[in-house]
């Protein structure tokens, strides 16, 4: 799903260009009121660990193969506003290091894969996990649905931002039939990573998903002989690790899916690679500006094996991420921080 430069011309790019630098600033301030001094570090992990899983394409159909967009799986775990902003970094990493995504194709990726997929997703999530039984395995079920139905959403945006700035004369309802199609599959996919993924940390530490704050059982207090429901602060939460073991456990987890898994990925093209390769849609595909970086293609300048080359750069990319990450929510922390006047804290 990753845009290259070429396929949309110049005033459409700028446009999304503006769009997705607008939905930025507005999640910059969204986010503020999402993390928090145990959020934040999980936020630079999520970022991370979306990097790594999209290093995994995995076939989908002949000659086909999809990869995770992880905007859904973002904004269950950290909330939809932090989750534009895992998206986002990712996005920008993978363009300006690995020559992933064109440059002047930001915009378009960032409105495509980061702000549709995180507002899709996390409002079909909304939606089943107010008519489902309040329990975790609701919140793994509604984060399958909501990952599923994300990926043909992008897909959809894509045809109608390539209907109004494609850069070649083909068919839009070939392009659509084809994108939506292959997607639905993908789909999928990103569905059952959203699910076990969810699903795993919920299993653990339930308090710090957001998708799943509210959902646990009140704690009764009897008070003057009538049960009423303690604060929040005295509900017990069911914690089976530690905040710092959740977080080295999901960065070393992944470390090996970009340092070694990623060797036995599909090699086959992804979707809109398909689609652009049938289509004819790749003719006006450019040079990537970063073509010439050290890690361009995920792979590592003059390292020939090919096995250590494409490990060390997905190493390399997690590390950058989650260093990336970590520090713009700590500072997205801190200004709430510095928010919070004294006087509202004396009241408190």
Not at 62 to 72: D, E, F, N, V
Not at 127 to 135: A, D, F, I
Not at 197 to 216: E, K, N, S
Request: hydrophobic share 50%; with cysteine; net charge positive.
């Amino acid at each position: 799903m990753h845009v290259p430069d070429g396929f949309i011309n110049a005033p459409i790019s700028a446009v999304t260009g503006v769009a997705a630098a607008g939905a930025i600033a507005v999640s910059l301030r969204g986010a503020r009121r999402e993390l928090d001094e145990r959020t934040a570090p999980l936020a630079g992990l999520v970022a991370a660990f979306i990097f790594a899983v999209q290093m995994l394409n995995f076939p989908v159909a002949a000659g086909t193969s999809g990869h995770l967009l992880g905007g859904a799986l973002a904004a269950i775990l950290v909330g939809p506003y932090t989750g534009v902003l895992c998206v986002s970094v990712v996005l920008l990493m993978q363009g300006i290091l690995f020559a992933d995504g064109g440059l002047t194709a930001l915009g378009v990726n960032i409105t495509d894969m980061a702000i549709v997929t995180t507002v899709v997703g996390y409002a079909v999530f909304r939606g089943l996990v107010k008519v489902l039984p309040r329990t975790r395995r609701s919140v793994t079920v509604a984060s399958f649905a909501a990952a599923l139905l994300s990926v043909p959403a992008a897909a959809v945006t894509f045809t109608f931002i390539y209907a109004i700035g494609g850069t070649t004369d083909i068919a839009i309802g070939k392009v659509a039939t084809a994108m939506i199609g292959v997607h639905v599959l993908i789909g999928i996919g990103e569905a059952a990573i959203t699910a076990l993924t969810v699903g795993a940390v919920v299993a653990v530490r339930p308090d710090l998903v957001y998708g799943a704050r509210g959902l646990q059982q009140r704690l009764k207090l009897r008070v003057n002989g009538e049960l009423v429901d303690a604060p929040a602060a005295a509900a017990p939460v069911a914690a089976r690790t530690s905040r710092r073991r959740l977080w080295i456990t999901g960065l070393v987890t992944s470390l090996v899916l970009a340092g070694f898994v990623s060797f036995y990925a599909s090699a086959n093209p992804d979707g809109l690679e398909k689609v652009a390769r049938d289509k004819g849609i790749d003719k006006t595909a450019g040079k990537h500006a970063s073509s010439d970086s050290p890690l361009a293609d995920y792979g590592v300048k003059d390292v020939e094996n090919a096995r250590l080359s494409g490990g060390l750069a997905g190493v390399i990319g997690v590390g950058v991420t989650v260093v990336a990450g970590s520090g713009v929510f700590w500072a997205v922390r801190r200004r709430r921080s510095t928010d919070v006047s004294p006087t509202a804290v004396e009241n408190v």
